[in-house]
């Protein structure tokens, strides 16, 4: 039995043996149904229809190939109360040393919670990268970049982080829209003077505290335009 589970998350262990005989702890009320109920054939019938495949693919296909073990994720409707979950179950087949099929037992994890959790992030992501094509077209027509470098020389920006803060850099300093835009891709368009000027501006600001600062500077593109 497992050392520990939360209460969102109860671990069932089923095993059905063969032929007939089967044992349980705790499994059949995940399903809504009563703990007296001994017909399997009740499980299956609240597994969705459009998922009953995917469990029967999973215990068929660790059979037919020899595997250990399989797992599968799919949903049931619980028998009680109509509530739909998610179930993850991770079935192991047992066989004796002819290899023939005694028993199969399984693992069986509600992670209903987990796979809300997991649709809602997937939907913001989405949301999110919708409201970056808004802002990066809100930008280019405005002419107007924004961008975020780290100064923790302990840690470098990776390339997807420099793509969600840096928004139509790229094009204001001359390269091709997608460039990833590094701190030095930055400074190579700026003459030393104004470099200089704008690297004191940046250090008078940090010194005193400073949330925001002004600078003006020219940048000059490859074809030698300012």
């Not at 809504?32 to 499980?43: I, M, N, R, Y």
């Not at 925001?212 to 335009?225: K, M, R, V």
Request: glycine share 4%; hydrophobic share 40%.
């Amino acid at each position: 039995s497992p050392a520990s589970v939360g209460e969102d998350q109860i671990l069932h262990f089923t095993q059905h043996q063969v032929p007939g005989q089967t044992w349980s702890m705790n499994l059949v009320p995940l399903f809504g149904l009563p703990e007296s109920l001994d017909d399997f054939s009740a499980l299956l019938a609240c597994v969705l229809e459009a998922d009953r495949d995917i469990f029967m693919q999973c215990v068929n296909t660790a059979i037919a190939e020899s595997l250990p073990d399989s797992a599968c994720e799919f949903r049931i409707q619980r028998a009680d109360n109509g509530e739909i979950r998610w179930l993850k179950v991770q079935v192991i087949v047992g066989r004796n040393d002819q290899g023939e099929v005694r028993y199969i037992a399984s693992m069986c994890l509600d992670v209903t919670e987990q796979k809300q959790a997991q649709e809602n992030f997937e939907r913001s992501n989405a949301q999110l990268e919708q409201a970056q094509k808004y802002l990066r077209a809100a930008l280019s027509a405005s002419n107007i970049a924004i961008f975020r470098h780290g100064l923790d020389p302990e840690r470098t920006f990776d390339a997807q982080e420099h793509r969600s803060w840096n928004f139509n850099l790229a094009e204001i300093y001359g390269y091709p829209a997608g460039t990833e835009m590094t701190p030095e891709r930055l400074l190579q368009r700026m003459s030393k003077e104004d470099l200089e000027a704008s690297r004191v501006k940046a250090n008078e600001a940090l010194s005193n505290n400073q949330f925001d600062f002004h600078d003006e500077f020219s940048i000059q593109w490859d074809d030698q335009s300012t």
